[in-house]
């Protein structure tokens, strides 16, 4: 299974930004994470999204990020809106994934992509 990252760059504070995520694979089933890590900073978990639709977010970007798939392709997006300075790090895609027709579960990690807001 690979995950393939799209849409980091740079965005004055209170833009946005789409991040993509695309697996491809032989997937049963598939549980995303986004992830991110700011320089000097500890990775930190960002927004869930699981196979049946439930989502979660972290406290700091809940009512401005929203995490969504479109199920056809295996493709999670990351919508964020009203972005600080404080948002600024590597995203990182993460999958816990089912394998198709095995049912074995395999944790993959895409190569990230910077997001950097700017004042």
């Known amino acids: 299974v690979q995950l393939v990252e799209s849409g980091g760059g740079l965005v004055q504070a209170g833009g946005s930004l789409r991040l993509s995520c695309a697996a491809s694979?032989?997937?049963?089933?598939?549980?995303v994470y986004w992830y991110r890590q700011a320089p000097g900073k500890q990775r930190e978990l960002v927004a869930t999204?699981?196979?049946?639709?439930?989502?979660t977010y972290a406290d700091s970007v809940k009512g401005r990020f929203t995490i969504s798939r479109v199920t056809a392709n295996d493709t999670v997006f990351l919508q964020m809106n009203s972005l600080k300075l404080e948002d600024t790090a590597v995203y990182y895609c993460?999958?816990?994934?089912?394998?198709?027709?095995?049912?074995?579960?395999?944790?993959?990690w895409g190569r990230g992509t910077q997001v950097t807001v700017s004042s």
């Open positions: 999204i699981t196979d049946d639709g439930s989502t």
């Open positions: 993460n999958a816990n994934v089912t394998l198709w027709p095995e049912l074995t579960d395999v944790s993959t």
């Open positions: 694979g032989r997937i049963f089933s598939l549980d």
